[in-house]
């Protein structure tokens, strides 16, 4: 056989599936694992690339599910809208699949584009999924309805940022939520995806009472809600940890901290760590980074006075703090950004877990954690800490 391997040999690793699995190897066939364990050999007649990472952790590439990768913001005008992600800015923060949205804007940023921009990231190595919607309801759609966005559209595998308890949402009733929940469920019930509803939450005092309302109101049950930013000050906080320990997921935002747009922040890895204390299943426990998007500055009258991006690294770093800070076993702090965002939005076992069949989608650490290479879909994408693959506008500067 001549040409490019199709085997990818990744031999020493120390494997966090994320079970702590020891040393084994990893053998990818194209973008697939074909196999793991110790001391593996390729099939005879093949080439096979190896590599050895004695001494390295190897772990699912981090899925992040609230990214804004057409941009976001806008809140200040025109020259407040946040720039496009570009692929290596996904890549070097061990991220291997994002879920994109819309958030304020959904006037000059729109699902069409999304939806564009989404499958180009695809084409240059990531694997890439879509909310429909933004901050209103109703909501923006690509189809007309959130139902059939779920049923036609390949991409679409539920509906977002959904913005409530926010001076900057449409003021939905409980029925408006109630009926796009609805939708979004048999939506996905039909297209054998998760359907969830992914809400944004804000400063607003009333916090999660809408949506504890619907499902005492109603059939519509805990687990087709994902409120997010739970962790942007104590009283959401406290709501977001009665919602786990009654079986809904909280996803907690790794780029909110304290700072002067949110003083009463709950630092990203102390929430994890004081969701586990207070009795949440770890498993219903997720993290994301609103990477991209904006991060205003309002103040008590609701003016900007502020601006700041999300960022995406910041997944990596609160994954050390939960380890290095919070004394989480890596192998319990990995699955709040892989294996639990997998289940959640079902695309389990192909994604958020080293076994056989998977993606090869892999991040492999230092033991401090720091990032040494990233695998999409089988192909190395940043090696030694810096991208060796570039998005089609960043060749060119990087060449």
């Known amino acids: 056989m001549t040409g490019k391997p199709f085997f990818t040999l990744l031999r020493g690793a120390r494997v966090f599936a994320p079970e702590d699995l020891g040393r084994q190897d990893v053998l990818v066939a194209g973008e697939r694992i074909a196999a793991l364990g110790p001391e593996l050999e390729v099939p005879a007649g093949w080439q096979a690339a190896e590599v050895d990472l004695s001494g390295y952790y190897l772990l699912p590439g ?3 599910q609230h990214v804004h990768i057409a941009g976001g913001g806008g809140e200040g005008g025109f020259a407040t809208r946040t720039p496009e992600a570009e692929l290596s800015a996904i890549t070097r923060c061990g991220v291997t699949t994002v879920v994109g949205l819309l958030g304020t804007d959904g006037v000059t940023r729109h699902m069409a584009g999304l939806l564009a921009k989404a499958r180009g990231l695809e084409a240059e190595g990531i694997s890439t999924y879509i909310y429909t919607g933004a901050y209103e309801v109703p909501t923006r759609t ?5 139902r059939s966005d779920l049923v036609l559209v ?5 509906t977002g940022e959904i913005a409530i308890s926010d001076h900057r949402s449409s003021e939905p009733r409980p029925e408006e939520i109630e009926k796009l929940a609805a939708e979004a469920r048999v939506g996905g019930m039909l297209s054998g995806k998760a359907g969830v509803v992914h809400l944004h939450l ?13 499902v005492d109101e109603s059939e519509i049950p805990l687990t087709q809600f994902v409120p997010t930013h739970v962790n942007r000050n104590p009283w959401l906080f406290e709501d977001a940890l009665r919602w786990g320990k009654r079986g809904g997921f909280l996803d907690i935002t790794s780029s909110i901290v304290p700072t002067r747009a949110v003083p009463a922040a709950i630092k990203p890895s102390q929430a994890v760590a004081q969701a586990l204390a207070k009795g949440v299943p770890l498993e219903h426990i997720t993290m994301s980074s609103d990477g991209f998007g904006s991060a205003p500055d309002f103040d008590s009258h609701g003016q900007l006075r502020g601006l700041l991006v999300g960022k995406e690294d910041s997944l990596l770093g609160e994954l050390c703090d939960l380890v290095q800070k919070e004394g989480l076993p890596l192998e319990q702090a990995a699955q709040v950004l892989t294996r639990n965002v997998a289940r959640l939005l079902r695309l ?9 069949g998977a993606d090869a989608d892999l991040a ?17 994408m940043v090696d030694e800490g810096r991208p060796v693959v570039w998005g089609t506008f960043e060749q060119s500067l990087n060449e």
């Open 62 to 64: 981090f899925i992040d």
């Open 142 to 146: 690509l189809t007309g309805s959130v």
């Open 154 to 158: 390949d991409k679409v595998i539920g």
């Open 202 to 214: 804000g400063d607003g005092r009333g916090g999660l009472k809408l949506l504890f309302h619907i």
């Open 348 to 356: 389990w076992p192909q994604k958020g877990g080293i076994q056989v």
């Open 364 to 380: 492999v650490l230092t033991p401090e954690l720091t990032l040494h290479q990233v695998w999409a879909r089988g192909r190395l």
